[in-house]
């Protein structure tokens, strides 16, 4: 088996398109191998595993830990589909302030891979959207933080998205300092 790593304009940030193992029953999509992902330089210590499950409308986001718990994720949608967003935060980064967004979903089935320095966030096109997320650090509450859904111009597919409290006083990029410096290390 193996997995497709494909650049994004975004240095360190992957989308990674894993096998398909089909039958007559279904479907076996693997989407963690410790040998292969060492292979091809990603990060293999994770800390944490977690789903969230979301109606149509939700949008989650755009989150990230500050250092110095700051996390490497690994997302993919296993039931339902998103329109998934990551955000570059790294000063120094020749795409400092660029997005980049994919289309996942459990049918694709392709994750994310996105390193320290970028934010994440996600709107659920088709419900239920049940999101499988990685992280290199524990989560911890006082470093967790995020910039606004609504910064820099990101063409989400609706305008009025379901979101929480917290998501909603999130700052824009535009007035977030960002802690996040950009290293060679990730290209
Ligand atoms: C993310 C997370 C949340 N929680 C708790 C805190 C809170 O009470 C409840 C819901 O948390 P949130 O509102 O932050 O959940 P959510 O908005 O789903 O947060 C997620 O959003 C997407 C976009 C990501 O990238 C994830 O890494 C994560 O930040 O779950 C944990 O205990 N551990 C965790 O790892």
Redesign the pocket.
């Known amino acids: 088996m193996n997995f497709n790593i494909k650049k994004t304009k975004l240095p360190g940030c992957f989308e990674i398109i894993p096998d398909k193992f089909e039958d007559k029953r279904g479907t076996l999509i693997k989407v963690f191998h410790k040998d292969i992902f060492l292979e091809k330089h990603l990060e293999v210590e994770f800390a ?1 595993e ?1 789903y ?1 499950i ?1 109606d149509k409308d939700v949008l ?5 830990q500050l250092p110095p718990k700051d ?1 490497v ?1 690994l ?1 993919s949608c296993i039931s339902g589909e998103v329109f998934d967003v990551v955000v570059d935060l790294r000063l120094g980064s020749p795409t400092y302030g660029v997005f980049e967004t994919f289309h996942l979903s459990a049918k694709k089935a392709s994750m994310v891979y ?1 390193p320290k320095g970028l934010a ?3 709107y659920v096109c088709k419900e239920p959207a049940i ?1 499988l ?1 990685k ?1 290199s650090t ?2 911890s ?1 006082e470093y ?1 933080h ?1 910039i606004h859904w609504s910064s820099l111009d990101i063409p989400w597919p609706n305008k009025t998205p379901k979101i ?1 409290e ?2 909603s006083k999130l700052p824009i990029f535009n007035q977030f300092n960002s802690p996040f410096h950009f290293t060679e290390e990730v290209l």
Do not use: A, N, W
Not at 60 to 64: D, E, K, Q, S, T
């Open positions: 944490e977690y969230s979301s989650r986001g755009l989150h990230f996390q994720k997302v996105i994440h966030g996600f999101m997320c992280t524990v989560f509450p967790d995020g929480s917290k998501d």
